[in-house]
């Protein structure tokens, strides 16, 4: 296996990534949008602490990747792919590519292994329900070369 995404990479190439999504957590104007920010702003201090701690919940999830696919209305411009993988007890998830180094998304491959951490992290918006939701934000993901 390869780690070919780490979101600690991923933050380093993209810091304004962070502030994008800090922006959002702490604007009242919008309480339906973005993080709750419960246990600190996306990747503080606080908030890496949390994960450590066991305070924000990491999931894991390994399977063989069964598609590629565009997601969206034909016609939308994103020219990465989805791809749809499968546990060998028979859970399906659907993610996003994603590669710190462009030259690895062509290790996403159909019959290809797949391993990802995820952190769940609370949203402000409650599910319709009236319950928590979360938002998944990976954490790593590495492939099968």
């Not at 019959?111 to 979360?134: C, E, F, H, I, W």
Request: net charge negative.
């Amino acid at each position: 296996m390869k780690i070919v995404y780490t979101l600690l990479q991923d933050l380093k190439d993209n810091p304004a990534r962070a502030d994008r999504i800090h922006a959002t957590t702490l604007d009242d104007s919008k309480p339906y949008l973005g993080l709750a920010g419960t246990q600190g702003l996306f990747a503080s201090k606080e908030w890496w602490r949390a994960i450590i701690d066991g305070d924000l919940e990491v999931m894991f999830f390994s399977g063989t990747i069964r598609r590629l696919f565009i997601p969206g209305m034909p016609g939308d411009a994103i020219s990465e792919p989805d791809f749809e993988c499968v546990s060998d007890d028979g859970e399906v998830r659907i993610s996003s590519r994603y590669a710190n180094d462009p030259n690895d998304l062509a290790l996403f491959q159909v019959g290809k292994r797949v391993k990802m951490a995820y952190v769940l992290d609370q949203l402000k918006a409650p599910r319709s329900d009236g319950t928590t939701n979360y938002a998944d934000i990976l954490l790593e993901l590495s492939l099968e070369e």
